[in-house]
């Protein structure tokens, strides 16, 4: 979002930079509907490329986050197998143990 921000200020900047580079004497009063126009249409596709670019971003994100969250659930799943193949080794060889010595 700030590398957003950054770049539209930049944009901004320039554009005022081109117009006062190639309106030579301009005044308030020589602001007319063409330049309002110009300025609405700016904003307006400045605000469909931030919308489809905002758009873009939030489903990355969301899908990493969901990534994340199978990476946590694949881990503890591994974990509690592992707890059980641990338990189970340990049962085999104390039913070894105790075929081998039917004493104890």
Do not use: C, W
């Not at 930049?10 to 602001?31: G, H, M, Q």
């Not at 307006?44 to 931030?50: A, H, K, N, V």
């Amino acid at each position: 979002m700030k590398n957003l921000t950054i770049t539209g200020l930049i944009l901004l900047a320039l554009s005022i930079l081109l117009f006062y580079l190639t309106a030579n004497n301009f005044t308030l009063n020589d602001l007319g509907m063409p330049h309002i126009m110009g300025i609405l249409g700016g904003i307006g596709i400045g605000l469909i490329i931030g919308g489809m670019v905002g758009y873009v971003s939030k489903g990355s994100a969301i899908k990493a986050e969901q990534k994340r969250r199978e990476f946590k659930q694949l881990q503890q799943e591994k974990e509690d197998l592992e707890k059980r193949a641990a338990e189970i080794e340990r049962r085999e060889t104390e039913l070894d143990l105790r075929n081998q010595n039917p004493q104890i």
